[in-house]
């Protein structure tokens, strides 16, 4: 019938019309649609596309622009090319690295342009969910008029691209115009850049004729001691090649800027961003573009051939930025995803990995249970399964009585990798001669990554752990032997909360039901498009959700006694049917004890032969037992939560499970909650 506006606009014109109102000889024609669905830009390309709809004889009623709808057919066609930004304003876009900077040094230069010139100043800052680590698109506008576009940029004149490694895997020339500047952050000079760009983007750069300069950002920000912040540096070069001000006078708003930003913190940081600023115009430098492409290599596909079919349709794009472009259709019609996604992604963040050095190793597993990211791995296998190991592969000797003759590995997945050193930080093994030296040490990632890329494959295909029975995993040296079932969130690199997270997936990860408060945890548990828990070789993994509400204790707590009552009422029925059941499968799903793995292995085969008993049958008591005999096994079922002021963790809601007497774990992942629960958190 029409959204809400419409139906007032029809109903007001209807009555006015019955009351006999002389403004209408006859009925209007009224169309309606809608516009920003999901977010979605709002362009003037689109305004123009609603208006060339509405000049047809018969326009389409109930219509919508921008998204490609090939469910309903509601969708209006526009000309994206259609532009009406004025000639005379710098549009420029960022591409940066989150926590590297880039946002901050623009919301300086929006100050500095809009405060300090005659120029009107608008910026925009597209960033996801994943914070530290993810890819930010800051939309920065200069221009002798008040600026009213709000949209992102669709032509640029200044492109930046603050890491390098954004060129192989997104289209960051796309929005560039003809005649533009591109400024890139580069490991190689400006002799040496060009035979390193993809082939697609030396096409553009030629195609459109952009002037091109480099500047190593990185080695600028060591030398002046820096660190990872670029934003200084990567700023000073927008403004000495852009134009928007004459360079020395950019040059002096910068350092007043940075005076008034960093003054509070001392001289010393104060004069490191000085000396930053002053090497960034040595460094930077114009690349002599030639006049034909001579790469070899173009940018990878975004995810790997061997992924599901949904990652590449639906995933892969979203990664890439183009998710808006997807038609309706290819997404899940009752909205659930498929878990296990985050390895898919790829990110290849990390400046530098850890490398292992098998002959310092002490086997301590330390390493392992402190990564945030799952990205460090450690497998104990029988050395027969190693014949076909590639070269690269280390390996050495298990210290571990119960499984000698057996090797141990230790493997980095580098792609996945943040980079946090939070593994070398922790290792106690070190070099005697050289006491620099551990067992792992950092080294740059770019070298290492096809080699490690083939050994990581070849990692994941080996035995998950050694047989059941064998270990107890109630120590650090035997669990980092598990599979994490949590795997390259998108928590910022060095997070503190994620190794537990990873921890709990690994010891109860098969049988683990999750009620996720809302906070951090919830932003990397619950992400979208790609989701870091996962499932084992089974497909057995943690069952997720998220309270988006302050009631996350009774949440989780509903969940166990919802399945408390499921396994109460299967095992009625398995009483009751005990006759068709039969005897000996009757006294395994009811008497099997499931303190250990390997009774919880036995109640599974149980389960599963009763399924095969009562597969097609008809009835009702039967057809009931079949929805709820999952329940007969037992479930680890956990409250997590504690990111900033987690009330719902905290407070009366953790009482109220406490005093149920349910068997429920409570994960608190915050120190100020966990202080400020009265005790209630060591209780659980």
């Not at 005379?88 to 940066?96: I, K, L, P, Q, S």
């Not at 001289?267 to 960034?280: H, I, P, S």
């Not at 119960?402 to 946090?420: H, K, R, W």
Request: with cysteine; hydrophobic share 40%; proline share 5%.
């Amino acid at each position: 019938t029409g959204e809400p506006l419409y139906q007032d606009v029809v109903t007001a014109i209807s009555e006015a019309m019955m009351n006999g109102d002389s403004r209408f000889d006859e009925m209007p024609r009224i169309v309606g649609g809608r516009y920003g669905l999901a977010s979605k830009e709002f362009t003037p390309a689109m305004v123009k596309g609603v208006f060339d709809e509405l000049a047809k004889a018969q326009p389409k009623n109930h219509f919508s622009i921008g998204i490609a709808d090939d469910v309903t057919f509601t969708s209006l066609p526009f000309n994206p090319d259609f532009n009406t930004e004025p000639e005379d304003e710098v549009r420029a876009v960022f591409w940066g690295l989150g926590s590297d900077g880039t946002v901050s040094a623009n919301k300086n230069s929006i100050k500095i342009i809009g405060e300090q010139t005659p120029n009107f100043a608008q910026g925009y800052f597209v960033y996801d969910s994943k914070k530290a680590g993810a890819v930010t698109v800051s939309h920065l506008r200069f221009g002798p008029r008040p600026i009213q576009s709000t949209y992102l940029i669709q032509r640029a004149n200044f492109v930046a691209v603050h890491q390098f490694n954004f060129l192989e895997r997104y289209d960051v020339l796309a929005v560039a115009q003809r005649g533009a500047t591109f400024l890139l952050n580069s490991p190689y000079s400006a002799k040496e850049v060009w035979d390193h760009l993809p082939r697609s983007v030396q096409e553009q750069i030629i195609e459109k004729e952009l002037k091109f300069y480099v500047i190593n950002a990185y080695e600028v920000a060591r030398q002046t001691r820096m660190g990872a912040r670029i934003n200084t540096i990567m700023q000073t070069c927008f403004f000495a090649i852009s134009n928007v001000l004459p360079r020395a006078e950019a040059i002096r708003k910068i350092k007043e800027s940075i005076k008034k930003t960093y003054g509070n913190r001392g001289e010393a940081v104060v004069g490191q961003n000085f000396k930053a600023v002053d090497a960034a115009l040595e460094h930077l430098h114009e690349v002599n573009v030639p006049s034909s492409v001579t790469s070899a290599f173009d940018r990878s596909p975004i995810v790997a051939s061997s992924a599901p079919e949904f990652v590449q349709n639906v995933t892969a794009p979203i990664i890439a930025g183009s998710g808006d472009s997807l038609p309706v259709s290819a997404f899940p019609m009752d909205g659930t995803y498929p878990v296990g996604t985050a390895q898919w992604e790829k990110r290849n963040i990390a400046l530098e990995v850890p490398v292992w050095e098998p002959d310092l190793c002490i086997q301590c597993g330390k390493c392992v249970i402190v990564c945030p990211h799952s990205t460090i791995r450690a497998k104990v296998v029988d050395q027969s399964l190693l014949a076909g190991a590639p070269a690269a592969f280390k390996r050495m000797p298990a210290k571990w009585r119960e499984l000698a003759d057996q090797s141990y590995t230790i493997q980095v997945a580098v792609e996945d990798c943040t980079g946090c050193r939070l593994c070398v930080e922790v290792c106690p093994a070190k070099d005697k001669s050289n006491v620099s030296r551990k067992a792992l040490n950092m080294h740059p990632q770019q070298p290492l990554r096809q080699r490690e890329r083939v050994n990581w494959d070849y990692f994941l295909t080996l035995p998950d752990k050694p047989s059941d029975g064998v270990l107890r995993y109630n120590t650090i040296k035997n669990a980092q032997l598990l599979q994490p079932l949590f795997e390259f969130s998108s928590a910022c690199s060095g997070c503190g909360e994620t190794p537990y997270i990873r921890l709990v997936t690994q010891l109860f990860g098969d049988r683990a039901i999750i009620a996720n408060a809302t906070g951090c945890s919830s932003i990397y548990g619950g992400n979208l498009p790609t989701t870091p828990y996962s499932v084992n070789r089974d497909g057995r993994g943690p069952a997720w959700s998220n309270s988006l509400f302050e009631d996350n204790a009774e949440f989780g707590l509903g969940m166990r006694l919802a399945l408390d009552q499921q396994n109460a009422y299967a095992r009625q029925l398995i009483e009751r049917l005990h006759a068709e059941i039969g005897g000996p499968l009757t006294e395994c799903l009811l008497g099997t004890g499931q303190t250990t793995d390997e009774g919880i292995r036995i109640q599974r085969e149980c389960v599963a032969a009763l399924k095969a008993k009562l597969n097609g049958a008809r009835d009702p008591e039967a057809c009931d037992l079949l929805a709820v005999c999952d329940a007969l096994v037992k479930k680890s079922v956990w409250i997590i939560g504690g990111d900033g002021w987690a009330y719902d963790i905290g407070y009366g809601g953790l009482d109220h499970v406490l005093a149920s007497g349910e068997n429920v774990n409570v994960l608190v992942l915050d120190t100020e909650v966990y202080s400020n629960t009265g005790g209630q958190a060591s209780k659980a």
